[in-house]
């Protein structure tokens, strides 16, 4: 039975996704009977997880899902729990797609005490990142004033308000507390009111029969022997509390925030940290190894490190050990899957395992992570999973040369992987202090040479 929790170990943008779908394939492989439920718990449309997968014509399609959890592409139950940024027409849009494409027969379930994220969230991001002087490089989602509502208390329209008739009233009285905020950035109540009802009105009919009291719900997917896989949006170094603060989303990314917020036990999970080979951020802050030509330049290209969900070319630079450690120590975590080996197939790697602050060493990552600058070890890593096709930058035109490689690769089994692999591996293993439980060769699900006995 898979009960797994899978988290960004670095700045986001891993391949939870793609860790997701290979636990949901794996589950199914098991052909129990049982039932199968990933659930998003925090975040909101802000993540962007890309899944390459079957379409209902066989061939490989591209699927993105910012709001829905990722196992909404494979024909799975999919919940919401009460933490999430919900952004109510985002959702649907995804779960239409879905419907078009897989022939989606799988459960819905939202938290009755979800927040809902409205369109003033929106506006009031976007505002702030083109007034303000200090900006985050937000994705705009409406982020940071939703969470703000939230911790207001009496600024959060839940979910079951949403899709009941008190949604109106909750909605002219959320407006009237923001009033100020909201007349600046030049909202007007009024129309504003009747315009946002009028966007919502199919919705919210659509999305009503999904309202659930979810911890409840969770408990019985347990109590039943069923695969529940949680998986958490962003990345560890964006964390509202232990990211690189301000440079953070403002969710609780943690792994060991799902518990509570979705009635769900510690003790009946493993916890898996999502660690791309190399770390890469999108928006303002700090990547201590970042490397802005030669390997990051080429590392972009081949990796199409472009953003899900805005587009923003991600930074990319040379993999950090000590920020995989520190991941490891705030999500609690069991075991590591690392992802994008053949993007970096080939490849000289340098690996950073400590800090220099003014000339001292540490093997810490500071609050103020601007004032680091790397130590790399004296060793460097190379490993090469084929020969030829080095560019992997065109995903969809490559797949067809790529699969039969990667297939090999995957039925030889971790043993058989490149020795040089596999010694990156056990040595970052070893530095970690946790096992890597599936080392991911490619973007579509299959394509990972996963360590079931480890789960
Ligand atoms: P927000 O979450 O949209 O408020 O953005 C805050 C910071 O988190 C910005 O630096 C974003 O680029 C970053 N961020 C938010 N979501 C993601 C994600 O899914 N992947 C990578 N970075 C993200």
């Known amino acids: 039975m898979i009960r797994v929790v899978i988290v960004g170990a670095l700045g986001g943008d891993e391949g939870k996704g793609k860790c997701v779908d290979e636990m949901v394939n794996y589950a199914k492989?098991?052909?129990?009977?049982?039932?199968?439920?990933?659930?998003?718990?925090?975040?909101?449309?802000?993540?962007?997880?890309?899944?390459?997968?079957?379409?209902?014509?066989?061939?490989l399609k591209r699927f993105i899902t910012h709001s829905a959890p990722s196992g909404l592409a494979s024909n799975v139950d999919c919940a919401v729990g009460p933490d999430v940024a919900f952004d109510p027409l985002q959702f649907y849009?995804?779960?239409?797609?879905?419907?078009?494409?897989?022939?989606?027969?799988?459960?819905?379930?939202?938290?009755?005490?979800?927040?809902?994220?409205?369109?003033?969230?929106?506006?009031?991001?976007?505002?702030?990142?083109?007034?303000?002087?200090?900006?985050?490089?937000?994705?705009?989602?409406?982020?940071?004033?939703?969470?703000?509502?939230?911790?207001?208390r009496t600024t959060r329209i839940t979910f079951k308000d949403y899709v009941s008739d008190k949604f109106t009233h909750r909605l002219k009285d959320v407006l009237e507390l923001k009033k100020t905020e909201l007349e600046k950035i030049g909202i007007k109540s009024d129309e504003y009111h009747d315009k946002?009802?009028?966007?919502?009105?199919?919705v919210r009919k659509q999305l009503a029969p999904f309202a659930q009291r979810l911890e409840y719900r969770m408990q019985e997917y347990v109590e039943n022997g069923d695969h529940v896989i949680i998986e958490g949006s962003q990345g560890s170094l964006l964390d509202v509390n232990m990211g690189t603060i301000?440079?953070?989303?403002?969710?609780?990314?943690?792994?060991?925030?799902?518990?509570?917020?979705?009635?769900?036990?510690?003790?009946?999970?493993?916890?898996?940290?999502?660690?791309?080979?190399?770390?890469?951020?999108?928006?303002?802050?700090?990547?201590?190894?970042?490397?802005?030509?030669?390997?990051?330049?080429?590392?972009?290209?081949?990796?199409?490190?472009?953003?899900a969900t805005t587009g923003r070319q991600r930074r990319v630079g040379y993999p950090d050990w000590l920020l995989a450690k520190r991941a490891a120590l705030l999500n609690d975590a069991d075991l590591f899957y690392i992802t994008r080996t053949d993007v970096?197939?080939?490849?000289?790697?340098?690996?950073?395992?400590?800090?220099?602050?003014?000339?001292?060493?540490?093997?810490?990552?500071?609050?103020?992570?601007?004032?680091?600058?790397?130590?790399?070890?004296?060793?460097?890593?190379?490993?090469?999973?084929?020969?030829?096709?080095?560019?992997?930058?065109n995903v969809l035109d490559i797949h067809e040369k790529l699969e039969p490689l990667r297939k090999k690769i995957v039925e030889g089994g971790y043993d058989n992987l490149p020795k040089e692999l596999k010694e990156y591996i056990e040595e970052h293993d070893k530095f970690i202090g946790c096992k890597t439980v599936g080392i991911s060769l490619g973007p579509a699900t299959g394509e990972t040479v996963l360590r079931t006995e480890l789960l």
């Open 29 to 59: 492989s098991q052909n129990d009977g049982k039932r199968i439920v990933t659930i998003r718990y925090q975040g909101g449309a802000n993540a962007g997880h890309t899944l390459y997968v079957q379409g209902k014509d066989g061939k």
């Open 93 to 152: 849009e995804e779960l239409k797609e879905a419907k078009q494409i897989f022939d989606y027969k799988g459960k819905i379930l939202i938290s009755e005490r979800t927040g809902v994220l409205l369109d003033y969230h929106k506006q009031l991001d976007a505002w702030r990142e083109s007034n303000e002087k200090r900006k985050i490089g937000t994705t705009k989602s409406g982020i940071g004033p939703f969470y703000e509502d939230n911790a207001r």
């Open 246 to 307: 301000p440079d953070i989303t403002s969710s609780h990314l943690l792994a060991p925030h799902a518990f509570p917020s979705l009635g769900l036990s510690r003790k009946d999970f493993k916890i898996i940290c999502v660690e791309k080979v190399y770390p890469t951020r999108v928006g303002e802050g700090y990547l201590p190894t970042l490397q802005t030509d030669g390997f990051g330049a080429q590392t972009v290209k081949r990796g199409g490190e472009f953003g």
């Open 196 to 202: 946002i009802l009028k966007e919502h009105d199919d």
């Open 344 to 393: 970096v197939s080939g490849q000289e790697l340098k690996v950073c395992v400590e800090y220099d602050v003014d000339g001292k060493k540490i093997a810490e990552v500071p609050l103020d992570i601007s004032t680091v600058k790397p130590v790399y070890l004296e060793k460097t890593y190379k490993f090469k999973l084929w020969d030829g096709h080095e560019d992997v930058s």
